[in-house]
């Protein structure tokens, strides 16, 4: 419903902590000194999603705490929620007939529901640059032809219900108001046609009267104190301004000065208030005998300089009176109407005021950039097909809650300026498609990456606990020397040159390759609301990319592949290689330990390498467990009481690959945080699946190709050990 859904925004303070400025969206304040109030309502009118809004309740609780005769409202918003505005028009009301006074003031916009809580005013001030919208309820429905029709007569009794409102204010019959509901257009108004219309009392010029007179009770008492300091032929000009009446007395006074009484000098005319209007309307009474000798620009620019200042001081100060600080500081100001305190001045004073009790900006400030609108909206319909998956809980007032598919297509569609009326549903769904500015294929796409995501790493796979990722650039072969072991530091006599060190060049060539798959959205899945195309066809592609991998990876055990040195990963010249082999035991797994841990580089230096895996065959898992975990040794007699030495020592990964290739091989496997055994490159270091869509070309809806750059290989022989078991 559009009066129902909209954006906004909650700005809350008590009448009681008038004095302080909170950010947000509805705000009372109470002025100092003055039996008056003020209510802000900008943004978004009733709950919304984005839970930045100005509900009814917050309106209700803040104007319960203010006793003030006359409230001020001040509105700026596109409307919302029906209930929360007429509760809102209701609540000021209810303020009006305890005799508060309701003077309302659009500040920007009153559309929609808005425009119905300006109703509520006794009066109704509109300056002539702003609007005001009026137009039916209206919202989304699902479900069979009864029930679309009894939502359509809900509609009808809402915008009966809203008429009487309009109609109490304009004095024009409620059925006029109807008969605009029934077009199911939108109403816009400018200020002078809703003057005319009845919808306010009156349009005003956008520069407010109330500054006008408050720089002109300012000049005025500037040219006081300059008069006071003045030499005395320009003081005499400067009277002949606040006195216009007295201008023959005043000339005379300029062309014979007499001594000036302090107290003279200092006296206050009653006719300060207008002195606008008399030095703005000329005097007839004045003729060219009775003007001053001196210049008239002379007496003229002291008042042209104080409005220009006070004109730059208000530019200045505007943004930041929300800040009760500058709010006093420029109501100082201007009331002094010092010609010697200049912009510049209030400026600089102003920054310092802002910036109490601040963090520093190279603190602990941040920036970050919001989402706007539309990605909100998209992100509410990706949350509202993610609780119908089952994936998250549904959100209360998430206002795509329970939509199909093809209602969000239908949405989509709309937002981007597609009238669907006529239409029948695949072409909706086709223009949902094919508009250039529709969000409904990045929808689609939001859906399906995170279903993509969560497929990968929800996907059983154990390769990532025992190799590393690394960070490919290109589809090039790349050698893996660099990534293995380093040769020993030599000692530097004195004076003497360093040598270069190497790496050792066992490893076998790494070289990615691409994995993929493609599949569709047809409009076809759409309309009949297939939520398995959209959420569960990427979900299992994401698990067959990370069992792709996984593949690739334990095909390496089982391969025994070539290594740069010509000789298979696990061989007798490697030192990794079990012969004979024998099953599981306390003791053949410590001699693993020991064979590892006694590793030997070319040069002959003994390399201690850790045994921290062993990764056997599913059907060997238990026996690995059960002498991981047993206090005595286990081997073939059952009454052994010797404690088993490599409790607790090494981790157990098991996995069905390694059963289909030999069920009795058993491996050991370093710790790749400080070992290299077996890495995983990926092309620039991205470790999950690719998605990429497009407008179908083969199917009628959007295609989508799923890809993943990957590949892996052994770096170090001396990290990896191979019993091939009894």
């Known amino acids: 419903m559009r009066a129902i859904l909209g954006r906004g925004g909650d700005r809350r303070t008590s009448a009681a902590a008038a004095a302080r400025a909170v950010p947000g969206r509805m705000e ?51 409307g919302g929620a029906v209930s929360d505005g007429v509760a809102i028009y209701n609540a000021l009301r209810r303020k009006a007939s305890e005799g508060a006074t309701i003077d309302v003031h659009i500040d920007g916009i009153a559309a929609s529901i808005a425009s119905l809580i300006a109703m509520a005013g006794d009066t109704i001030t509109m300056p002539d640059n702003t609007l005001m919208m009026l137009h039916a309820p209206w919202g989304f429905a699902y479900g069979n032809s009864a029930e679309l029709r009894e939502y359509a007569d809900v509609l009808d009794t809402f915008g009966k219900a809203m008429a009487t409102s309009y109609a109490r204010k304009s004095g024009r019959p409620a059925s006029e108001f109807e008969a605009l509901w029934a077009s199911g257009k939108d109403y816009w108004y400018t200020a002078a046609e809703a003057v005319d219309a009845g919808l306010a009392d009156e349009a005003v010029d956008a520069e407010a009267p109330e500054e006008a007179e408050e720089d002109a009770a300012a000049s005025a008492a500037a040219l006081q104190r300059l ?56 005097n007839p009474t004045r003729t060219a ?54 912009a510049d001045d209030v400026s600089r004073r102003i920054l310092a005021l802002i910036g109490q009790g601040r963090e520093p900006m190279n603190g602990n400030a941040a920036v970050a950039a919001g989402d706007d609108d539309r990605d909100k909206k998209r992100q509410a319909m990706a949350l509202a097909i993610d609780s119908r998956l089952g994936v998250t ?17 239908r949405a989509c569609a709309e937002a981007a300026g597609v009238n ?78 360093y040598k270069y060190g190497t790496f050792n060049e066992s490893g076998s060539p790494l070289r990615l390759v691409t994995y993929g798959k493609m599949f569709s959205i047809t409009r076809q899945a759409v309309i009949n609301d297939d939520l398995n195309a959209l959420a569960d066809v990427p979900r299992k592609m994401g698990q067959a990319a990370k069992r792709t991998l996984g593949n690739a990876v334990f095909s390496i055990f089982t391969s025994n592949p070539v290594m740069s040195d010509g000789k298979a990963l696990f061989h007798a010249d490697h030192n990794n290689l079990v012969n ?13 330990r020991v064979l590892m841990a006694t590793q030997k580089d070319a040069a002959g230096n003994v390399v201690r390498v850790p045994l921290k895996f062993l990764v056997v065959p599913v059907g060997l898992g238990g026996l690995a467990r059960t002498v991981l975990e047993s206090q005595f040794e286990v081997s073939g007699s059952k009454n052994n009481t010797t404690p088993n030495i490599v409790r607790n020592t090494f981790e157990v990964i098991e996995d069905p690959r390694l059963d289909a290739a030999d069920p009795a091989a058993w491996y050991g496997v370093a710790d790749p945080t400080f070992y290299d055994g077996i890495v995983v490159g990926y092309l620039d270091g991205r470790q999950e699946p690719y998605l990429e869509s497009k407008q179908g070309w083969n199917v009628d809806g959007t295609e989508w190709k799923v890809r993943l750059d990957a590949a892996a290989a052994a770096v170090d022989h001396i990290a990896l050990a191979k019993n091939p078991g009894a």
């Not at 100092?32 to 919304?48: C, K, M, T, V």
């Not at 007032?397 to 093809?406: A, E, I, L, Q």
């Open 580 to 592: 004979p082999g024998s099953a599981i035991s306390t003791t053949t797994v410590d001699g693993m």
């Open 393 to 409: 809980r549904a959100a209360g007032d998430n206002p795509f809650r329970g939509h199909t598919m093809f209602e969000l297509s």
């Open 28 to 78: 009372v304040r109470a002025e100092a000194g003055d039996d008056q109030a003020e209510l802000l309502i900008y943004g978004n009118i009733g709950e919304s999603w984005w839970e930045d809004t100005v509900t009814a309740k917050s309106v209700v609780d803040e104007l319960g705490d203010i006793s003030a005769s006359t409230i001020v409202v001040r509105i700026n918003s596109y």
């Open 289 to 342: 005998a009775a003007e001053p000798a001196a210049n008239p620009q002379n007496a003229e620019s002291p008042i042209a300089a104080l409005q220009a200042r006070n004109a730059e001081i208000r530019a200045i100060a505007t943004p930041h009176l929300g800040h009760p600080d500058v709010r006093s500081y420029y109501d100082e100001v201007i009331a002094g109407a010092d010609p010697e305190v200049t």
């Open 227 to 282: 008069s006071a300091r003045a030499p005395q032929h320009i003081a005499a000009q400067l009277d002949a301004l606040l006195h216009p009446r007295d201008s023959h007395a005043t000339a005379a006074a300029a062309a014979h000065p007499t001594p000036r009484s302090p107290a003279a000098a200092g006296t206050t005319s009653p006719a300060v208030s207008g002195i606008h209007e008399d030095i703005d309307m000329p």
């Open 420 to 497: 669907t009326r006529g239409m029948d549903r695949m072409e909706i769904v086709a223009s949902s498609f094919t508009h250039s500015t529709s969000d409904f294929p990045l929808l689609l796409s939001d859906v399906a990456h995170k279903s993509l995501k969560r497929g990968y790493e929800e996907s059983p796979e154990v390769f990532p606990l025992f190799t590393r990722p690394v960070t490919l650039t290109d589809f090039k072969p790349t050698s893996l020397a660099g990534l293995g072991r380093f040769s020993n530091l030599d000692i530097v006599p004195e004076g003497s040159e």
